[in-house]
């Protein structure tokens, strides 16, 4: 089916994160999806290998979430969430503490990841002041940590364009190192030998801030940074550190969550358990907006019946829970138990491992890195040109019917989880030819 109706004012949309000018000097645009394909307005396919933007893990299109927004579109739009309840957004909040990982069952409902950040970083204060050590303000982010773009997200993650900005950041913020090294990782399969010690710079933060840190947020890989895979041991020695200095340790798992891994959350993949979790993107498989923040029986108990009486935590949006949302969310976390998508990861990554690390035999690829879904592929960048050669390849893999997401000279691949071999031997051969037709 070809869409005829095309936009022909680009001026009054201000992009995010888009290059504005650039963008609308040669627009892009996606007008239909279904399964792992989207459709140009022209009808033209497109091979998406990004899920959207690491959200549509079951693939477009899924009428039984499109059915479950409608039913409950008619059945009832909107009721508040604050000193008010509708029914749907406790079956939804049930439904995700049942897939959660063991231990982790308090469901609060964000809108995105950022809300979702902010939420977790807020419920960390609140809980060590419910405890009596109210001293416990710091917050401990990582470099090349993305958590999103409100002003606690963006304070605790480290990406230093997405700061430059903005002047005052939060107080009280420190980071650790990344955990990236080419000299020592490049072109490691999954969890990179080297690097757990980095973890130990914690031991180092908690000598200099002493029992003032409040958390710890880290994403497990991550991925606005170029996809970086944590070194084997490293999630569970920041796991220990933190148990033993009263620190909470928070798990991004925004793009990690949701079978990505090949597990239900990252949590279960590497069998570590924070003590807070954010989750967005994948929870809806992105049909409608939503966001969520789930923690431990003790974060909840100290917050919630550690309080006098009245509203316990002076937090939440609007649209906390908001119905159409719920919907979505349980008819997507149903797709993700009946068709085992986590179980799809697990039989496809051999291949999919395989093929992209195929791609490294091409001139001026630097370095490949991947797990579970997820691959990177570093390119080596244009003399004094950072960032121009990734995006070569990225307008030419769309023009050759695939969707690719490049971050500095990085391109990221993370594409639903349904696809097929023949579909990632596509991926593999748009790139290949994408990557040598644009030399460093
Ligand atoms: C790890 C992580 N955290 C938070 C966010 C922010 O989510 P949102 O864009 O829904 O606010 C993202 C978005 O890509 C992310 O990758």
């Known amino acids: 089916m070809t869409v005829t109706l095309r936009p022909n004012n680009l001026d009054a949309f201000w992009m995010p994160y888009t290059a504005n000018r650039a963008y609308k000097a040669r627009p892009r645009l996606l007008a239909r999806a279904s399964g792992v394909h989207y459709h140009t307005p022209e009808g033209r396919e497109v ?9 549509v893990n079951a693939g477009h299109g899924r009428r039984e979430i499109a059915e479950a927004i409608k039913r409950q579109a008619d059945e009832m739009d909107f009721a508040p969430t604050f000193q008010m309840g509708h029914p749907i957004a406790f079956e939804a909040a049930a439904t995700l503490a049942e897939f959660l990982p ?9 809108n995105s990841g950022s809300e979702a950040a902010d939420t977790a ?47 005052a950041q939060l107080p009280f913020v420190d980071h650790l190192p990344h955990t990236h090294s080419r000299a ?3 072109f490691s399969r999954g969890e990179p030998d080297w690097g757990a010690h980095l973890a130990d710079a914690l031991e180092d933060l908690v000598k200099l801030h002493g029992d003032t840190i409040a958390a710890v947020m880290v994403e497990p890989v991550a991925g606005s940074t170029g996809v970086l895979v944590p070194p084997k041991g490293y999630l569970m020695r920041l796991r220990e550190l933190c148990t033993r200095h009263g620190i909470l340790l928070i798990f991004d798992e925004v793009i990690t969550g949701f079978s990505r891994l090949g597990a239900g959350f990252a949590a279960d993949y590497f069998g570590i358990v924070p003590d807070i979790m954010t989750m967005a993107k994948g929870l809806t498989n992105a049909a409608v907006p939503m966001g969520a923040v789930a923690t431990t029986d003790a974060v909840y108990d ?13 937090h939440g949006y609007t649209y906390s829970g908001h119905p159409l949302a719920c919907a979505a969310a349980i008819a997507s976390i149903r797709i993700h138990r009946e068709e085992d998508l986590a179980g799809r990861v697990r039989d496809l990554q051999p291949y999919w491992q395989e093929t992209m690390h195929g791609l490294g035999a091409a001139a001026g690829v630097l370095d490949v890195r991947d797990i579970g879904l997820i691959a990177g592929i570093e390119l080596q960048p244009r003399e004094g040109r950072p960032t121009e050669r990734a995006m070569a390849v ?6 050759d019917g695939l969707l690719v997401r490049v971050t500095g000279d990085v391109v990221a691949l993370s594409p639903p989880l349904i696809v097929e071999r023949a579909h990632v031997d596509r991926i593999a051969e748009t790139l290949d030819r994408a990557i040598r037709a644009e030399p460093a």
Not at 125 to 134: K, N, Q, S
Not at 302 to 314: D, L, Q, R, S, T
């Open 102 to 110: 063991d231990g982790i069952e308090r469901v609060f409902w964000t």
């Open 184 to 186: 020592h990782q490049a």
């Open 47 to 55: 091979l998406d290998g990004t899920a959207g933007l690491w959200c």
């Open 121 to 167: 970083l807020k419920m960390a204060l609140a809980y060590h002041r419910a405890r009596g050590e109210g001293q416990r303000v710091r917050l401990i982010g990582r470099e090349r940590g993305y958590h999103g773009c409100g002003f606690g997200g963006m304070s605790v993650g480290g990406i230093v364009a997405n700061r430059r900005q903005f002047g």
């Open 302 to 314: 100290a917050v919630v019946n550690g309080a006098p009486g009245g509203i316990e935590f002076f």
């Open 394 to 399: 990225f307008h030419r893999c769309f023009d």
